[in-house]
Protein backbone atom coordinates (compact mmCIF):
# COMPACT_ATOMS: atom_id res chain seq x y z
CA UNK A 1 0.00 0.00 0.00
CA UNK A 2 0.97 3.76 -0.81
CA UNK A 3 -0.22 6.68 0.41
CA UNK A 4 0.42 9.88 -1.41
CA UNK A 5 -0.07 13.08 -1.97
CA UNK A 6 0.35 15.88 -5.00
CA UNK A 7 0.63 19.33 -5.18
CA UNK A 8 -1.60 19.95 -1.81
CA UNK A 9 -2.23 23.73 -1.26
CA UNK A 10 -4.05 24.55 1.80
CA UNK A 11 -5.73 27.29 3.42
CA UNK A 12 -6.45 27.64 7.11
CA UNK A 13 -8.09 30.86 7.95
CA UNK A 14 -6.96 32.65 5.36
CA UNK A 15 -3.89 31.96 5.07
CA UNK A 16 -1.96 30.40 3.10
CA UNK A 17 -0.38 27.24 5.09
CA UNK A 18 0.91 24.36 2.70
CA UNK A 19 1.56 24.67 -0.94
CA UNK A 20 2.61 22.36 -3.81
CA UNK A 21 3.24 19.69 -1.11
CA UNK A 22 4.00 16.36 -2.71
CA UNK A 23 4.94 13.08 -0.62
CA UNK A 24 4.46 9.35 -0.47
CA UNK A 25 4.78 6.86 2.19
CA UNK A 26 4.84 3.07 1.35
CA UNK A 27 3.92 -0.16 3.69
CA UNK A 28 7.68 -0.97 5.11
CA UNK A 29 9.59 2.55 5.52
CA UNK A 30 9.77 5.05 7.73
CA UNK A 31 9.55 8.58 6.34
CA UNK A 32 10.29 11.64 8.28
CA UNK A 33 8.89 15.14 7.62
CA UNK A 34 11.34 17.78 9.15
CA UNK A 35 10.75 21.09 9.99
CA UNK A 36 10.51 23.32 12.64
CA UNK A 37 7.42 24.95 14.29
CA UNK A 38 4.75 25.94 12.34
CA UNK A 39 6.63 24.83 9.14
CA UNK A 40 3.05 23.04 8.27
CA UNK A 41 3.87 18.95 9.38
CA UNK A 42 0.56 18.43 11.71
CA UNK A 43 -1.24 20.50 8.31
CA UNK A 44 0.36 17.43 6.27
CA UNK A 45 -0.77 14.42 8.30
CA UNK A 46 -4.38 16.13 8.63
CA UNK A 47 -4.87 16.55 4.99
CA UNK A 48 -3.42 13.00 4.24
CA UNK A 49 -5.78 11.73 7.11
CA UNK A 50 -8.77 13.67 5.76
CA UNK A 51 -8.99 16.12 8.53
CA UNK A 52 -8.35 19.10 6.22
CA UNK A 53 -10.16 19.20 2.85
CA UNK A 54 -7.02 20.54 0.49
CA UNK A 55 -7.99 23.93 -1.70
CA UNK A 56 -6.11 21.62 -4.37
CA UNK A 57 -4.32 18.89 -5.08
CA UNK A 58 -4.96 14.94 -4.58
CA UNK A 59 -4.65 12.36 -2.24
CA UNK A 60 -4.23 9.10 -3.32
CA UNK A 61 -4.08 5.79 -1.83
CA UNK A 62 -2.67 2.68 -3.81
CA UNK A 63 -3.50 -0.73 -2.38
CA UNK A 64 -2.94 -4.19 -4.60
CA UNK A 65 -2.38 -1.70 -7.54
CA UNK A 66 -5.25 -0.30 -7.62
CA UNK A 67 -5.11 3.57 -7.06
CA UNK A 68 -8.13 5.26 -5.27
CA UNK A 69 -8.13 9.23 -4.87
CA UNK A 70 -9.32 10.45 -1.15
CA UNK A 71 -9.16 13.83 -1.61
CA UNK A 72 -11.13 15.16 1.38
CA UNK A 73 -12.52 12.12 2.00
CA UNK A 74 -14.08 11.26 5.53
CA UNK A 75 -11.13 10.77 8.21
CA UNK A 76 -13.03 7.41 9.38
CA UNK A 77 -13.17 6.33 5.60
CA UNK A 78 -9.30 7.17 5.56
CA UNK A 79 -8.82 5.02 8.61
CA UNK A 80 -10.97 2.60 7.17
CA UNK A 81 -8.65 1.88 4.51
CA UNK A 82 -5.67 1.27 6.42
CA UNK A 83 -4.42 4.28 7.60
CA UNK A 84 -3.44 5.50 11.09
CA UNK A 85 -3.09 8.77 12.76
CA UNK A 86 -1.00 9.06 15.91
CA UNK A 87 -1.99 12.39 16.92
CA UNK A 88 0.73 15.54 18.16
CA UNK A 89 -0.17 15.76 21.81
CA UNK A 90 -1.52 12.23 21.70
CA UNK A 91 -5.36 13.14 22.12
CA UNK A 92 -6.09 10.01 24.38
CA UNK A 93 -9.31 9.75 25.87
CA UNK A 94 -9.00 11.31 29.21
CA UNK A 95 -12.13 9.41 31.29
CA UNK A 96 -11.78 5.98 29.23
CA UNK A 97 -9.38 3.41 30.66
CA UNK A 98 -6.56 1.84 28.52
CA UNK A 99 -8.40 -0.88 27.34
CA UNK A 100 -11.55 1.52 26.48
CA UNK A 101 -9.36 3.57 24.58
CA UNK A 102 -8.10 0.76 22.30
CA UNK A 103 -12.29 -0.76 21.97
CA UNK A 104 -13.29 2.54 20.87
CA UNK A 105 -10.15 2.31 18.24
CA UNK A 106 -11.00 -1.35 17.76
CA UNK A 107 -15.01 -0.82 17.28
CA UNK A 108 -15.89 -3.24 20.21
CA UNK A 109 -13.67 -5.58 22.53
CA UNK A 110 -10.40 -6.35 21.25
CA UNK A 111 -10.09 -9.85 20.57
CA UNK A 112 -7.46 -11.57 23.21
CA UNK A 113 -5.15 -12.46 20.33
CA UNK A 114 -4.45 -9.03 19.19
CA UNK A 115 -4.59 -7.60 22.10
CA UNK A 116 -1.26 -9.58 23.24
CA UNK A 117 0.29 -8.35 19.88
CA UNK A 118 -0.14 -4.80 21.03
CA UNK A 119 0.79 -5.36 24.55
CA UNK A 120 4.03 -7.48 23.10
CA UNK A 121 5.02 -4.03 22.07
CA UNK A 122 4.28 -2.10 24.98
CA UNK A 123 4.07 -4.41 27.82
CA UNK A 124 3.82 -1.66 30.74
CA UNK A 125 0.08 -0.88 28.80
CA UNK A 126 -0.83 -4.49 29.90
CA UNK A 127 -0.10 -3.34 33.13
CA UNK A 128 -2.59 -0.63 33.68
CA UNK A 129 -5.09 -1.57 31.22
CA UNK A 130 -7.60 -0.34 33.97
CA UNK A 131 -6.04 3.55 33.83
CA UNK A 132 -8.00 6.44 33.03
CA UNK A 133 -6.34 7.55 30.36
CA UNK A 134 -6.29 11.40 32.25
CA UNK A 135 -3.81 9.66 34.67
CA UNK A 136 -1.39 7.99 32.37
CA UNK A 137 2.18 10.17 32.03
CA UNK A 138 3.65 11.26 28.73
CA UNK A 139 5.33 8.02 28.16
CA UNK A 140 2.13 5.86 29.07
CA UNK A 141 0.13 8.30 26.93
CA UNK A 142 2.14 8.08 23.84
CA UNK A 143 2.65 3.91 23.87
CA UNK A 144 -1.18 3.86 24.17
CA UNK A 145 -1.58 6.33 21.49
CA UNK A 146 0.61 4.05 19.08
CA UNK A 147 -1.27 1.03 20.29
CA UNK A 148 -4.60 2.63 20.02
CA UNK A 149 -3.31 3.10 15.96
CA UNK A 150 -2.29 -0.54 16.06
CA UNK A 151 -5.34 -2.45 16.99
CA UNK A 152 -6.95 -0.86 13.87
CA UNK A 153 -3.94 -3.25 12.15
CA UNK A 154 -3.15 -0.38 9.74
CA UNK A 155 -0.75 -0.60 6.63
CA UNK A 156 0.36 3.01 7.18
CA UNK A 157 0.70 4.51 10.69
CA UNK A 158 1.05 8.71 10.44
CA UNK A 159 2.89 9.63 13.83
CA UNK A 160 3.34 13.78 14.33
CA UNK A 161 6.10 14.29 17.06
CA UNK A 162 5.95 10.96 18.62
CA UNK A 163 8.97 11.53 20.14
CA UNK A 164 8.24 14.91 21.50
CA UNK A 165 8.78 15.95 24.75
CA UNK A 166 9.12 12.76 26.43
CA UNK A 167 11.94 10.80 28.92
CA UNK A 168 15.18 9.87 26.44
CA UNK A 169 14.63 5.98 28.63
CA UNK A 170 11.07 6.22 26.47
CA UNK A 171 12.24 7.84 23.52
CA UNK A 172 14.74 5.23 23.18
CA UNK A 173 12.40 2.16 23.07
CA UNK A 174 9.77 3.94 20.91
CA UNK A 175 12.69 3.81 18.50
CA UNK A 176 12.47 0.18 18.94
CA UNK A 177 8.94 -0.20 18.75
CA UNK A 178 9.40 1.95 15.49
CA UNK A 179 11.90 -0.21 14.20
CA UNK A 180 9.91 -3.27 14.70
CA UNK A 181 6.52 -1.84 12.97
CA UNK A 182 8.60 -0.89 10.09
CA UNK A 183 9.77 -4.99 10.28
CA UNK A 184 6.39 -6.19 10.25
CA UNK A 185 5.77 -4.29 7.20
CA UNK A 186 4.18 -1.65 8.35
CA UNK A 187 4.81 1.86 6.10
CA UNK A 188 5.51 5.07 9.17
CA UNK A 189 5.44 8.73 8.27
CA UNK A 190 6.79 10.70 11.24
CA UNK A 191 7.36 14.17 11.79
CA UNK A 192 10.01 15.65 13.67
CA UNK A 193 10.46 19.41 14.71
CA UNK A 194 13.44 20.24 16.61
CA UNK A 195 15.94 16.90 17.87
CA UNK A 196 17.44 15.82 14.16
CA UNK A 197 19.71 13.15 16.21
CA UNK A 198 16.82 10.90 17.65
CA UNK A 199 15.83 9.81 14.01
CA UNK A 200 19.06 9.67 12.18
CA UNK A 201 19.05 6.30 11.92
CA UNK A 202 15.18 5.95 11.52
CA UNK A 203 14.27 7.31 8.96
CA UNK A 204 14.63 5.26 5.41
CA UNK A 205 14.44 8.86 3.64
CA UNK A 206 13.23 12.59 4.77
CA UNK A 207 11.27 15.26 3.77
CA UNK A 208 12.20 18.80 4.44
CA UNK A 209 9.17 21.34 4.86
CA UNK A 210 9.47 25.09 5.42
CA UNK A 211 6.88 27.65 5.45
CA UNK A 212 4.33 25.10 4.10
CA UNK A 213 6.99 23.99 0.93
CA UNK A 214 9.04 20.86 0.60
CA UNK A 215 12.46 22.01 0.63
CA UNK A 216 14.05 18.91 0.56
CA UNK A 217 13.38 15.16 -0.25
CA UNK A 218 16.35 12.52 -0.27
CA UNK A 219 18.43 10.38 2.41
CA UNK A 220 18.78 12.54 5.87
CA UNK A 221 22.49 12.83 5.55
CA UNK A 222 22.28 14.44 2.07
CA UNK A 223 20.41 16.83 3.99
CA UNK A 224 22.54 17.48 6.74
CA UNK A 225 25.08 17.90 4.82
CA UNK A 226 23.15 20.45 2.26
CA UNK A 227 23.71 24.17 3.77
CA UNK A 228 21.22 25.95 1.79
CA UNK A 229 18.59 23.53 2.95
CA UNK A 230 19.71 23.41 6.62
CA UNK A 231 19.40 27.22 6.71
CA UNK A 232 15.95 26.91 5.73
CA UNK A 233 14.96 24.51 8.28
CA UNK A 234 16.56 25.59 11.01
CA UNK A 235 18.13 28.84 10.16
CA UNK A 236 21.16 27.95 10.94
CA UNK B 1 -47.86 21.28 58.97
CA UNK B 2 -49.77 18.33 57.34
CA UNK B 3 -47.45 15.36 57.20
CA UNK B 4 -49.56 13.67 54.66
CA UNK B 5 -49.83 17.20 52.49
CA UNK B 6 -45.63 17.40 52.87
CA UNK B 7 -45.85 13.72 51.34
CA UNK B 8 -47.85 14.32 48.44
CA UNK B 9 -45.96 17.11 47.90
CA UNK B 10 -43.10 15.31 47.73
CA UNK B 11 -44.11 12.90 45.47
CA UNK B 12 -45.63 15.96 43.36
CA UNK B 13 -41.71 16.99 43.41
CA UNK B 14 -40.28 13.51 42.49
CA UNK B 15 -43.09 13.37 39.31
CA UNK B 16 -41.95 16.76 38.21
CA UNK B 17 -38.47 16.09 38.37
CA UNK B 18 -38.61 12.72 36.56
CA UNK B 19 -40.13 15.03 33.59
CA UNK B 20 -37.74 17.67 34.14
CA UNK B 21 -34.97 14.59 33.74
CA UNK B 22 -35.86 13.52 31.02
CA UNK B 23 -36.27 16.30 28.87
CA UNK B 24 -32.89 18.14 30.21
CA UNK B 25 -31.10 14.88 30.06
CA UNK B 26 -31.80 14.86 26.36
CA UNK B 27 -31.11 18.57 25.91
CA UNK B 28 -27.93 17.90 28.06
CA UNK B 29 -26.39 15.10 25.94
CA UNK B 30 -26.81 16.87 22.67
CA UNK B 31 -25.05 20.01 24.32
CA UNK B 32 -22.65 18.03 25.41
CA UNK B 33 -21.62 15.76 22.49
CA UNK B 34 -22.31 18.16 20.22
CA UNK B 35 -22.45 21.58 21.68
CA UNK B 36 -25.89 22.27 20.17
CA UNK B 37 -28.13 24.25 22.10
CA UNK B 38 -31.13 22.71 21.31
CA UNK B 39 -33.57 25.40 21.35
CA UNK B 40 -35.86 22.94 19.46
CA UNK B 41 -35.91 20.58 22.19
CA UNK B 42 -39.44 21.59 24.52
CA UNK B 43 -41.01 21.66 20.72
CA UNK B 44 -39.81 17.75 20.04
CA UNK B 45 -41.19 17.33 23.88
CA UNK B 46 -44.74 19.10 22.41
CA UNK B 47 -44.39 16.58 19.85
CA UNK B 48 -43.81 13.46 22.26
CA UNK B 49 -46.98 14.92 23.92
CA UNK B 50 -49.52 14.53 20.67
CA UNK B 51 -48.31 11.18 19.74
CA UNK B 52 -49.30 9.51 22.72
CA UNK B 53 -52.70 11.63 23.25
CA UNK B 54 -53.66 10.51 19.50
CA UNK B 55 -51.94 6.60 20.33
CA UNK B 56 -53.88 6.26 23.56
CA UNK B 57 -56.42 8.72 23.80
CA UNK B 58 -57.61 8.51 20.27
CA UNK B 59 -57.17 4.81 18.94
CA UNK B 60 -56.29 2.83 21.59
CA UNK B 61 -58.04 3.69 24.78
CA UNK B 62 -56.51 4.69 28.27
CA UNK B 63 -54.89 1.88 29.85
CA UNK B 64 -51.49 0.93 30.72
CA UNK B 65 -50.80 -0.89 27.51
CA UNK B 66 -51.71 1.58 25.35
CA UNK B 67 -49.36 4.35 27.31
CA UNK B 68 -46.74 2.12 26.94
CA UNK B 69 -47.06 1.80 23.19
CA UNK B 70 -47.62 5.43 23.40
CA UNK B 71 -44.42 6.25 24.70
CA UNK B 72 -42.93 3.79 21.88
CA UNK B 73 -44.60 5.95 19.55
CA UNK B 74 -43.35 9.04 21.19
CA UNK B 75 -39.96 7.78 21.17
CA UNK B 76 -39.88 6.50 17.37
CA UNK B 77 -41.62 9.20 15.87
CA UNK B 78 -39.43 11.97 17.71
CA UNK B 79 -36.23 10.24 17.60
CA UNK B 80 -36.53 9.81 13.91
CA UNK B 81 -37.47 13.28 13.71
CA UNK B 82 -34.52 14.00 15.55
CA UNK B 83 -32.43 11.85 13.10
CA UNK B 84 -33.78 13.71 10.06
CA UNK B 85 -33.47 17.15 11.63
CA UNK B 86 -29.35 16.45 12.27
CA UNK B 87 -28.83 14.88 8.90
CA UNK B 88 -30.22 17.56 6.45
CA UNK B 89 -30.62 20.71 8.60
CA UNK B 90 -27.80 20.70 11.13
CA UNK B 91 -25.31 19.12 9.51
CA UNK B 92 -24.67 21.29 6.55
CA UNK B 93 -24.03 24.01 9.05
CA UNK B 94 -21.11 21.93 11.41
CA UNK B 95 -18.07 24.29 11.05
CA UNK B 96 -20.23 27.28 10.64
CA UNK B 97 -21.33 29.66 13.12
CA UNK B 98 -22.68 28.77 16.07
CA UNK B 99 -25.54 31.70 15.15
CA UNK B 100 -26.51 29.64 12.51
CA UNK B 101 -27.52 26.28 14.52
CA UNK B 102 -29.15 28.44 17.39
CA UNK B 103 -31.40 30.22 14.77
CA UNK B 104 -31.96 26.64 12.89
CA UNK B 105 -33.28 25.26 16.15
CA UNK B 106 -35.41 28.57 17.28
CA UNK B 107 -36.70 28.12 13.45
CA UNK B 108 -37.80 24.70 14.12
CA UNK B 109 -40.07 25.58 17.45
CA UNK B 110 -42.25 27.71 14.82
CA UNK B 111 -42.30 25.30 12.36
CA UNK B 112 -43.33 22.19 14.40
CA UNK B 113 -45.97 24.54 16.54
CA UNK B 114 -47.42 25.64 12.99
CA UNK B 115 -47.27 21.96 12.24
CA UNK B 116 -48.87 21.03 15.68
CA UNK B 117 -51.45 23.26 15.04
CA UNK B 118 -52.14 22.01 11.56
CA UNK B 119 -52.39 18.18 12.35
CA UNK B 120 -54.02 18.55 16.00
CA UNK B 121 -55.45 22.28 16.01
CA UNK B 122 -55.18 25.09 18.39
CA UNK B 123 -57.38 23.43 21.47
CA UNK B 124 -55.80 21.76 24.13
CA UNK B 125 -56.02 18.29 24.38
CA UNK B 126 -56.54 16.53 28.06
CA UNK B 127 -56.69 13.30 29.56
CA UNK B 128 -59.74 12.68 30.83
CA UNK B 129 -58.28 10.91 33.56
CA UNK B 130 -54.45 9.55 35.15
CA UNK B 131 -53.71 6.05 34.49
CA UNK B 132 -54.22 4.11 37.08
CA UNK B 133 -55.61 4.59 40.53
CA UNK B 134 -54.13 6.49 43.19
CA UNK B 135 -53.31 5.60 46.99
CA UNK B 136 -54.70 7.40 49.75
CA UNK B 137 -52.32 9.36 51.67
CA UNK B 138 -54.08 10.68 54.67
CA UNK B 139 -56.61 13.23 52.98
CA UNK B 140 -55.04 12.66 50.31
CA UNK B 141 -54.49 11.29 46.92
CA UNK B 142 -50.84 9.74 45.56
CA UNK B 143 -51.44 8.70 42.05
CA UNK B 144 -49.42 5.24 40.71
CA UNK B 145 -48.86 7.11 37.63
CA UNK B 146 -46.42 9.00 39.66
CA UNK B 147 -44.95 6.57 41.04
CA UNK B 148 -44.69 4.67 37.97
CA UNK B 149 -43.11 8.35 36.80
CA UNK B 150 -40.63 8.34 39.02
CA UNK B 151 -39.54 4.68 38.86
CA UNK B 152 -39.29 5.42 34.85
CA UNK B 153 -37.30 8.51 35.72
CA UNK B 154 -34.85 6.67 37.17
CA UNK B 155 -34.55 4.08 35.70
CA UNK B 156 -33.89 6.06 31.98
CA UNK B 157 -31.09 7.38 34.18
CA UNK B 158 -29.71 3.97 34.98
CA UNK B 159 -29.93 2.70 31.18
CA UNK B 160 -28.24 5.51 30.32
CA UNK B 161 -25.29 5.42 33.02
CA UNK B 162 -24.78 1.60 31.55
CA UNK B 163 -25.05 2.68 27.85
CA UNK B 164 -22.37 4.96 28.20
CA UNK B 165 -19.91 3.45 30.66
CA UNK B 166 -20.91 -0.57 29.26
CA UNK B 167 -21.32 -0.42 25.65
CA UNK B 168 -18.25 0.45 22.69
CA UNK B 169 -21.13 2.83 20.91
CA UNK B 170 -21.73 4.74 24.63
CA UNK B 171 -17.69 5.47 25.22
CA UNK B 172 -16.98 5.90 21.23
CA UNK B 173 -19.56 8.89 21.61
CA UNK B 174 -17.38 9.95 24.99
CA UNK B 175 -13.97 9.40 22.42
CA UNK B 176 -16.19 11.56 19.85
CA UNK B 177 -17.36 14.11 22.51
CA UNK B 178 -13.35 14.49 23.80
CA UNK B 179 -12.22 14.84 19.63
CA UNK B 180 -14.65 14.22 17.04
CA UNK B 181 -11.60 14.80 14.71
CA UNK B 182 -9.27 11.96 16.97
CA UNK B 183 -12.35 9.45 16.58
CA UNK B 184 -13.06 10.16 12.95
CA UNK B 185 -8.88 9.54 12.53
CA UNK B 186 -9.56 6.57 14.54
CA UNK B 187 -12.04 4.93 12.51
CA UNK B 188 -14.95 5.69 14.47
CA UNK B 189 -18.04 7.23 11.75
CA UNK B 190 -18.88 9.99 13.96
CA UNK B 191 -21.16 11.22 11.30
CA UNK B 192 -23.36 8.25 12.14
CA UNK B 193 -23.00 9.13 15.83
CA UNK B 194 -23.72 12.52 15.31
CA UNK B 195 -27.03 11.36 14.13
CA UNK B 196 -27.55 8.94 16.91
CA UNK B 197 -26.65 11.39 19.62
CA UNK B 198 -29.30 13.87 18.34
CA UNK B 199 -31.84 11.12 17.73
CA UNK B 200 -31.10 10.11 21.30
CA UNK B 201 -31.68 13.18 22.97
CA UNK B 202 -34.83 14.03 20.71
CA UNK B 203 -36.08 10.19 22.06
CA UNK B 204 -35.96 11.49 25.85
CA UNK B 205 -37.45 14.90 24.67
CA UNK B 206 -40.36 12.68 22.93
CA UNK B 207 -40.43 10.37 26.11
CA UNK B 208 -40.81 12.79 28.17
CA UNK B 209 -43.59 14.40 26.20
CA UNK B 210 -45.00 11.12 26.87
CA UNK B 211 -45.25 10.70 30.21
CA UNK B 212 -46.14 14.53 30.90
CA UNK B 213 -49.06 14.23 28.56
CA UNK B 214 -51.50 12.63 31.07
CA UNK B 215 -51.30 15.23 33.47
CA UNK B 216 -50.14 18.24 31.93
CA UNK B 217 -51.99 18.10 28.25
CA UNK B 218 -51.15 18.94 24.83
CA UNK B 219 -50.87 22.54 23.77
CA UNK B 220 -49.48 23.85 20.88
CA UNK B 221 -46.52 26.14 22.68
CA UNK B 222 -46.40 23.75 25.92
CA UNK B 223 -42.28 23.24 25.20
CA UNK B 224 -41.57 26.94 25.85
CA UNK B 225 -42.18 27.09 29.51
CA UNK B 226 -40.35 23.79 29.97
CA UNK B 227 -37.02 24.34 28.12
CA UNK B 228 -36.61 27.46 30.15
CA UNK B 229 -36.60 25.51 33.56
CA UNK B 230 -34.47 22.63 31.84
CA UNK B 231 -32.38 25.27 30.88
CA UNK B 232 -31.76 25.82 34.23
CA UNK B 233 -31.49 22.16 35.40
CA UNK B 234 -28.66 22.02 33.10
CA UNK B 235 -26.83 24.88 33.99
CA UNK B 236 -27.34 23.64 37.65
CA UNK B 237 -25.97 20.34 37.43
CA UNK B 238 -23.44 21.02 34.82
CA UNK B 239 -23.68 20.90 30.60
CA UNK B 240 -23.23 17.38 29.12
CA UNK B 241 -23.84 15.38 32.44
CA UNK B 242 -26.59 12.86 33.29
CA UNK B 243 -25.59 12.95 36.73
CA UNK B 244 -25.76 16.98 36.70
CA UNK B 245 -29.27 16.35 34.91
CA UNK B 246 -30.68 14.12 37.57
CA UNK B 247 -29.52 16.32 40.51
CA UNK B 248 -30.57 19.43 38.79
CA UNK B 249 -34.01 18.14 38.32
CA UNK B 250 -34.34 17.07 41.94
CA UNK B 251 -33.67 20.68 42.94
CA UNK B 252 -35.41 22.49 40.74
CA UNK B 253 -38.55 20.41 40.79
CA UNK B 254 -37.79 20.15 44.94
CA UNK B 255 -37.91 24.18 45.13
CA UNK B 256 -40.63 24.69 42.13
CA UNK B 257 -43.29 22.44 44.19
CA UNK B 258 -42.35 23.67 47.81
CA UNK B 259 -42.08 27.30 46.76
CA UNK B 260 -45.43 26.86 44.94
CA UNK B 261 -46.84 25.49 48.45
CA UNK B 262 -45.33 27.97 50.94
CA UNK B 263 -44.13 31.63 49.04
CA UNK B 264 -45.98 31.76 45.63
CA UNK B 265 -44.38 34.50 44.76
CA UNK B 266 -40.95 33.34 44.73
CA UNK B 267 -41.62 30.16 42.84
CA UNK B 268 -39.45 30.92 39.98
CA UNK B 269 -37.26 33.33 41.22
CA UNK B 270 -35.79 30.64 43.42
CA UNK B 271 -34.86 28.46 40.98
CA UNK B 272 -32.69 31.20 39.32
CA UNK B 273 -31.53 32.48 42.69
CA UNK B 274 -29.81 28.96 43.59
CA UNK B 275 -28.46 28.74 39.44
CA UNK B 276 -26.90 31.77 40.19
CA UNK B 277 -25.04 30.84 43.42
CA UNK B 278 -23.92 27.70 41.77
CA UNK B 279 -22.53 29.35 39.07
CA UNK B 280 -20.69 31.99 41.51
CA UNK B 281 -19.29 29.01 43.17
CA UNK B 282 -19.10 26.81 40.26
CA UNK B 283 -19.36 28.40 36.68
CA UNK B 284 -19.54 24.78 35.23
CA UNK B 285 -22.31 23.53 37.12
CA UNK B 286 -22.55 20.92 39.98
CA UNK B 287 -21.00 18.03 37.65
CA UNK B 288 -19.74 20.08 34.80
CA UNK B 289 -16.67 19.54 33.37
CA UNK B 290 -14.56 22.24 31.43
CA UNK B 291 -15.34 22.19 28.18
CA UNK B 292 -12.33 22.06 25.68
CA UNK B 293 -12.68 24.85 22.91
CA UNK B 294 -12.38 23.29 20.23
CA UNK B 295 -10.44 23.81 16.95
N1 LIG C 1 -6.49 25.80 13.17
C1 LIG C 1 -5.60 26.72 12.79
N2 LIG C 1 -5.92 28.03 12.82
C2 LIG C 1 -5.05 28.97 12.44
N3 LIG C 1 -3.82 28.71 12.02
C3 LIG C 1 -3.43 27.43 11.96
C4 LIG C 1 -4.30 26.37 12.35
N4 LIG C 1 -3.65 25.22 12.19
C5 LIG C 1 -2.44 25.55 11.73
N5 LIG C 1 -2.29 26.87 11.59
C6 LIG C 1 -1.10 27.58 11.10
O1 LIG C 1 -0.58 26.83 10.06
C7 LIG C 1 0.83 26.78 10.12
C8 LIG C 1 1.28 25.33 10.12
O2 LIG C 1 0.83 24.71 11.31
P1 LIG C 1 1.15 23.20 11.64
O3 LIG C 1 0.45 22.90 12.91
O4 LIG C 1 0.85 22.37 10.48
O5 LIG C 1 2.71 23.25 11.89
P2 LIG C 1 3.67 22.15 12.51
O6 LIG C 1 4.80 22.02 11.57
O7 LIG C 1 2.91 20.93 12.84
O8 LIG C 1 4.17 22.86 13.83
P3 LIG C 1 4.52 22.25 15.27
O9 LIG C 1 5.93 21.77 15.22
O10 LIG C 1 4.38 23.44 16.17
O11 LIG C 1 3.55 21.19 15.57
C9 LIG C 1 1.23 27.53 11.37
O12 LIG C 1 1.68 28.81 10.98
C10 LIG C 1 -0.04 27.62 12.16
O13 LIG C 1 -0.04 28.83 12.88
MG1 LIG D 1 2.51 19.95 14.53
Known amino acids: MRLYARDLEVWIGGVKVLSGVSLDVSEGEVVGLIGRNGAGKTTTLHTLMGLVRPRSGKVYLERDGVELEVTGSKPYRIAGMGVSLVPQGRYIFPDLTVMENLEVAYGGRVPEGLLNEVFQYFPELGRIRDRLGIHLSGGEQQMLAIARALVRRPRIILMDEPLEGLAPKIVASLREVIKRLRGEGIGILMTEAGNIKRVRDLVDRVYGIDRGEIVFSGGIEDMLRDEAVRRRIWGV | ?295
Do not use: C
Open chain 2, 1 to 295: MDISLIVVQAFNALFYASILFLISSGLSLIYGIMRILNLSHGALYMVGAYVTYTVVILWLGLDWFSMILGYLASILVVGGLGILVERILLKPLYGKSHDLQLLLTFALILILDDVVKMIWGPEYRAFPKLPGFSIPVGDFQVPIYFIFTVLLGFSVAIVLHLFFTRTTVGKMIRAMTYSPEVASALGINTDRLFALSFGLGAALAGLAGGVAVPLYTASPGMGTEVIVLSFAVIVIGGMGSIKGALLGSLIVGFSRVFMVMLFPVMEIALIYIIMALILLVKPTGLFGMEMRERR
